[in-house]
């Protein structure tokens, strides 16, 4: 695998403008996956969204000009390996699959329950690697898939555990799967984000977040950890 600390730096300003043509972007209704669907719409690319919130999703495929949007829940499995046929078909193609799905979770281990535990195994990791399941048999070669995991992955906190396995567990997956992949032309990419502004800490199925420091700037880290590794070729971000 290629990538590494730094490596979106080598990443050229042409590159990052360059769009996908076809991209299904899941967890459109959240911060990240609404910039990155905004952003690849302004490029001219083609873009379904997929999310939670029917109302939310609704809304943002209207403000990109009635955009194809499916609604689904992380539970269920099937509706998101599907998600990427119905893009196709959709679109009429599909290059690119951006996932961009989950929950932050606090406290010490022994202070989470089992149903908070499955909820961030599920929304954090057998959702995300449902979706792309389902869509590595429609991507042809030159195709991508972006997959936001964190910088979690890398350092790990205390008053985590379960979001912190669940993240790692995807990213493992991810790049074996890439690894399956390249041999095919298909590339997949772990984002790993950096903390961001935005509340997503405070939307934690569990718990409350420590006192964190100020995040990153969202629009310019999902321009550089996911769009211009998308466009420019890196596997990895950080
Ligand atoms: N923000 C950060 O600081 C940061 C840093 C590193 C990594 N990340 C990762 O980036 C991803 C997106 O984060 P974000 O900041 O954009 O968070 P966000 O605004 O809270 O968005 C989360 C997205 O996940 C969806 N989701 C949550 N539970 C779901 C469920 N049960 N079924 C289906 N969809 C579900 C939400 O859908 P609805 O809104 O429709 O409910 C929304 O689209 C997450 O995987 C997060 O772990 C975020």
């Given at each position: ?42 490029r ?28 689904f ?15 196709a ?37 057998l ?11 429609l991507?042809e ?9 964190g ?26 799967v ?18 961001l ?7 934690a ?6 006192t ?27």
């Amino acid at each position: 695998m290629s990538g590494g600390p730094g490596e979106a730096a080598g990443v050229s300003g042409r590159d990052a403008e360059t769009a996908p043509a076809h991209v299904l972007v899941v967890g459109a209704t959240g911060m990240i996956g609404g910039l990155a669907a905004r952003a690849l719409h302004r490029r001219g690319a083609s873009v379904a969204l997929a999310g939670r919130n029917a109302e939310r999703l609704a809304d943002r495929a209207r403000l990109l000009g009635d955009r194809p949007h499916r609604a689904f829940d992380a539970y269920d499995l099937d509706g998101c390996a599907g998600l990427a046929p119905w893009a196709a078909r959709s679109l009429g193609r599909l290059d690119c699959v951006v996932v961009a799905v989950g929950v932050a979770g606090f406290g010490r281990a022994e202070l989470v329950g089992d149903a908070a535990a499955e909820h961030l195994m599920t929304v954090n990791a057998l959702a995300p690697m449902a979706v792309v399941r389902g869509a590595l048999p429609l991507l042809e070669a030159g195709g991508t898939v972006g997959v936001v995991t964190g910088v979690i992955v890398d350092a790990p906190p205390r008053g985590m555990a379960d979001y912190a396995a669940a993240k790692t567990a995807l990213a493992t997956w991810l790049g074996v799967v890439g690894r399956e992949q390249r041999a095919r032309g298909v590339r997949v990419v772990d984002v790993r984000m950096p903390h961001l502004d935005g509340g997503f800490a405070a939307r934690a199925v569990t718990g409350g977040p420590p006192t964190l420091p100020p995040g990153a700037d969202p629009e310019a880290s999902v321009e550089r950890h996911l769009l211009a590794p998308l466009a420019g070729g890196t596997e990895r971000n950080r």
